[in-house]
């Protein structure tokens, strides 16, 4: 049975597409494992107020607010639904041009190490 080969093409579509989904999964956990901070925002004290949800970037450092429509008082130290769906909601946020870098990046590493990996294969059968 004849082996078909993987074409070089191929291979760095595969490594970018891997450094993209790389890419998002740290930009949504810079998000998530940030500072989180809630704030009870009135407009005129004598009428309505808002609540607001700060988050600020693990890595990046930049402040995100955001004004959900739900209770958020559970709000604790740990991991939980209000933090994973506020990340979620900020994370494509400013921070677009980072992940077409990053997800660049990494795919260029990965490649890199794949095509190291078919030579020494190649070498030592």
Same mark, same amino acid.
Request: proline content about 2%; glycine content about 10%; hydrophobic content about 45%.
């Given at each position: 049975?004849? @082996?078909?080969?993987? /074409?070089? /093409?191929?291979?760095?579509?595969? /490594? $970018?597409?891997?450094?993209?989904?790389?890419?998002? +999964?740290?930009?949504?956990?810079? !998000? @998530?494992?940030?500072?989180?901070?809630?704030?009870?925002?009135?407009?005129?004290?004598?009428?309505?107020?808002?609540?607001?949800? !700060?988050?600020?970037?693990? @890595?990046?450092? &930049?402040? !995100?607010?955001?004004?959900?429509?739900?209770?958020? &008082?559970?709000?604790?130290?740990?991991? %939980?639904?209000?933090? $994973?769906?506020?990340?979620?909601?900020?994370?494509? %946020?400013?921070? +677009?041009?980072?992940?077409?870098?990053?997800? $660049? +990046?990494?795919?260029?590493? +990965?490649?890199?190490?794949?095509?190291?990996?078919?030579?020494? /294969?190649? $070498? !030592?059968?």
């Amino acid at each position: 049975m004849k @082996v078909k080969t993987e /074409s070089t /093409s191929l291979r760095f579509a595969r /490594s $970018l597409a891997l450094g993209i989904i790389l890419s998002m +999964i740290l930009c949504y956990s810079a !998000h @998530v494992f940030g500072t989180w901070k809630v704030e009870e925002y009135f407009p005129r004290a004598e009428t309505t107020s808002t609540i607001l949800l !700060h988050n600020k970037c693990a @890595v990046i450092g &930049s402040t !995100h607010t955001l004004r959900p429509n739900t209770d958020i &008082s559970g709000l604790g130290e740990g991991i %939980d639904g209000t933090k $994973l769906g506020g990340s979620f909601m900020n994370f494509f %946020d400013g921070h +677009i041009l980072g992940m077409i870098i990053l997800a $660049l +990046i990494l795919g260029i590493i +990965i490649f890199l190490i794949r095509n190291m990996i078919k030579i020494k /294969s190649k $070498l !030592h059968p």
